[in-house]
């Protein structure tokens, strides 16, 4: 079955590093999403992507970075990990229709000490 | 820019009763669609319904309505004849930027009492 992946689904990491999250979809959806989550806020949407080499910012993306170099990944990297980014991540895909539900992985909690 | 905001931080709904969770909208675009998804506590996402622009008729799944009001900027769910299952958190969101952009809103906690 086609499906959508996320790498790793809890991560502890220290102010100040590099962290890269992944997300691999099989169903060769042209868009993906990348959200956080945190209380009261909602889902906030961080990058996202129309297809290959084509990135865009959503309403949070300062201290994110995506690349889109195929169809199936759109890694999420922080590139200066601060406590602000602590929160769960979702990373969504659709077809690009104008019907087209956004499928969801299982989220990545991410700790930044 | 594309909004959406939900106004009820939390619900509460007798068993078998029906609720109405409220979502408005704001967009230029004119051509949009409108999404409601379900997160239970266990976290994941589960899409419940959509509804284009331009659908003249409400959308309907089961026991979830979509209540449609264009003009009004507004897109609630119903959801008849609750279930203690149904107990959750609701996101509404909207499809836009020539439907490559999702935004969602700040959510519902639904919580269904026996």
């Known amino acids: 079955d086609a499906e959508i992946t996320q790498s790793p689904r809890h991560k502890i990491t220290e102010t100040g590093r590099q962290v890269t999250l992944a997300c691999h979809q099989t169903?060769?959806?042209?868009?993906m999403f990348w959200y956080r989550q945190d209380l009261g806020h909602g889902l906030r949407l961080i990058h996202y992507s129309y297809g290959v080499h084509d990135t865009n910012k959503g309403e949070v993306s300062d201290g994110y970075s995506v690349s889109r170099s195929n169809t199936e990944d759109l890694p999420l990297t922080l590139e200066s990990a601060a406590s602000s980014q602590t929160s769960v991540y979702f990373c969504a895909s659709r077809v690009a229709l104008n019907t087209g539900e956004l499928f969801f992985g299982e989220g990545s909690r991410l700790t930044v000490l | 820019a594309q909004k959406i905001t939900q106004t009820q931080p939390g619900m509460f709904v007798q068993e078998k009763e029906a609720v109405t969770l409220d979502c408005t909208y704001d967009?230029?675009?004119?051509?949009?669609?409108l999404f409601w998804y379900k997160q239970p506590s266990s976290g994941e996402m589960i899409f419940l319904i959509y509804q284009g622009s331009y659908d003249e008729q409400n959308a309907t799944e089961g026991r979830y309505s979509l209540n449609f009001q264009k003009a009004r900027k507004s897109a609630n769910l119903v959801i008849s004849a609750s279930q203690l299952g149904d107990s959750a958190m609701y996101f509404c969101?909207?499809?836009?930027?020539?439907?490559?952009?999702?935004?969602f809103g700040t959510g519902t906690k639904l919580q269904v009492i026996p």
């Open positions: 969101a909207i499809l836009s930027g020539g439907y490559q952009k999702v935004t």
């Open positions: 967009t230029s675009d004119q051509s949009y669609g």
């Open positions: 169903w060769n959806h042209n868009n």
